[in-house]
């Protein structure tokens, strides 16, 4: 079993196409005689073989497709996103006829500087349209499922806390963000969840997950249990078990913490798991039976300490 | 000389019709393989294709060129996939019936005939994977995208994208009946 471990490396890297000839042919080798890792390896080859085989569409139907979409947008054409050359010219060619049109104009730019520096901060959906945009869409969102199917790809981002309570958000979503939000707003609560799944910054995850349980919300706490079980860091994935922890009468976590017990390949996760269930008082039997089903190597010592923690209560 | 997708997109920003139809016929075959493989059926499929253009159309301004136009598109037809899928879901009254994650099943009959039995069987069921497994088996072994350039789709590392991709299979595999993971049609 402990070569299966090896093999099934192997056929991670043949679906992505990083295994090297050597090794496919110890694989088709070990493959004769293991029924497991062979299924594995016919599978893939079945997913190749579906990818080549999905039906591509006849000419007459895209042609179809074409004219529908071409006589659709022949009747709404684009509108131009930024009309401004000529205004610009008209306004250099008046500046120079009138320098102190000019002058004027610097003036007023003065001024409105000054008081737009002295003006209390406004809520960022009412200045920006894209903004507007992702706080409306951020507003309809209820879980993890719609983080996958989000219109805006966030990246680069970061949550700080802020001295007055409020947020400091910094993301990049088509473009680069720097704003300071309430707590409470939609926005806050979607940029955090991105912050705690963001991929590039180990950092940004630890500082998104402490500041979570201020604003937890169910999407949060999807957020953070996909972490604790996804997450390729164990450092992060222990992190968010442990803030997912301080909600002792949450079910839910309850129940993402058993799954952990059962599947997480570290023992340190698993053990972590078990004693925050046994301060919950999950029964003895649960904990037992999700130890059993886990199949790992540790077992017999989490076993061990799962009924001396038993014992204590 | 070949114009690049980038040529084509200035070129449609100031508002040329036969640019934006040279990038439609550039990518419709891909979307409609994405349509249809959520769609499962051909008029679905078609519908996705359509919507897609007409987005990419409305939404041309907001693509910068950090991702490629391709990564791109390939996300706004998986949205649009993911969003007829609800649609139908809605139409044929499974809401609320299915529990939370349950993809609705959609009639099988026409990717039965088209792609023999096993493989509807196997595409059936990559739609029951969760929505970020079942996007990575599509990107990886229908849209043939390459790691790196998934792990930026799914915004996520690359080690990741292997693991998730390997969960996959071990569930695709879990979730088939034994006498239909072997020979392919």
Redesign the interface.
């Known amino acids: 079993m402990n070569d299966c471990r090896r093999f099934?490396e192997l056929?991670?890297?043949l679906?992505?196409?990083?295994i090297v000839n050597g090794d496919l042919t110890l694989l088709r080798e070990h493959c004769t005689s293991c029924k497991e890792c062979n299924?594995?390896l016919?599978?893939?080859?079945?997913?190749?073989?579906?990818?080549q085989?999905?039906?591509?569409?006849s000419t007459s139907?895209?042609a179809?497709?074409?004219q529908?979409?071409?006589a659709?947008?022949?009747r709404s054409?684009?509108q131009?996103?930024v009309q401004s050359s000529g205004f610009i010219t008209d306004l250099g060619a008046l500046f120079r006829n009138h320098p102190s049109a000019a002058i004027l104009a610097a003036a007023a730019m003065i001024v409105f500087a000054i008081f737009m520096t002295n003006r209390p901060p406004v809520e960022p959906h009412f200045d920006d349209e894209?903004l507007q945009a992702i706080n409306s869409q951020a507003e309809r969102m209820t879980?993890l499922?719609d983080y996958?199917?989000a219109?805006f790809?966030?990246?680069n981002v970061t949550v700080r806390q802020q001295d007055n309570g409020r947020f400091a958000l910094s993301f990049?979503a088509?473009?680069h963000f720097d704003l300071s939000t309430s707590q409470d707003s939609p926005l806050a609560r979607e940029v955090l969840m991105h912050a705690i799944?963001e991929?590039?910054s180990m950092g940004s995850r630890f500082q998104a997950m402490a500041m979570a349980p201020q604003i937890m919300d169910p999407r949060l706490r999807e957020a953070l249990i996909f972490t604790m079980h996804?997450d390729?860091s164990l450092a992060v994935r222990l992190n968010s078990l442990t803030v997912l922890s301080s909600f002792p009468d949450d079910e839910i976590i309850q129940e993402a913490l058993l799954q952990t017990l059962k599947q997480d390949k570290e023992v340190q996760m698993r053990l972590l798991a078990m004693e925050h269930l046994t301060d919950r008082q999950v029964a003895f039997e649960t904990l037992q039976q999700a130890v059993t089903d886990g199949g790992f190597d540790a077992d017999a010592a989490l076993l061990q300490r799962t009924t001396e923690k038993n014992l204590e209560f | 000389m070949r114009l690049t997708d980038q040529d084509l997109i200035d070129e449609i920003r100031t508002g040329s019709q036969a640019a934006f139809e040279h990038l439609l016929r550039r990518y419709e075959r891909l979307v409609y393989r994405i349509g249809f493989s959520y769609a499962r059926q051909t008029e679905g499929a078609s519908d996705i294709a359509q919507n897609v253009f007409l987005k990419v159309h409305r939404k041309l301004d907001t693509f910068h060129g950090r991702s490629s136009f391709s990564s791109w598109l390939s996300q706004i037809a998986r949205n649009e996939s993911s969003n007829w899928l609800r649609c139908q879901k809605r139409h044929t009254g499974h809401e609320e019936l299915q529990p939370h994650n349950t993809p609705v099943q959609l009639p099988e009959q026409e990717s039965v005939v088209l792609l023999g039995e096993k493989r509807a069987r196997l595409l059936n069921e990559i739609q029951k994977l969760d929505e970020r497994q079942s996007q990575a088996v599509i990107l990886r072994y229908f849209e043939r995208m390459p790691l790196r350039e998934i792990a930026s789709v799914l915004n996520c590392n690359e080690n990741l994208v292997k693991s998730i991709l390997f969960r996959s299979l071990k569930k695709l595999r879990k979730q088939l009946p034994e006498q239909e993971r072997w020979d392919h049609e």
């Open positions: 099934e056929i991670e890297k679906m992505v196409d990083e299924s594995l016919e599978l893939h080859g079945g997913l190749q073989d579906l990818g085989a999905l039906p591509e569409p139907e895209l179809e497709i074409r529908r979409v071409l659709q947008t022949a054409p684009r131009q996103s894209l879980g499922d996958w199917d219109p790809v966030f990246t990049d088509n473009r799944m991929p590039t996804q390729p």
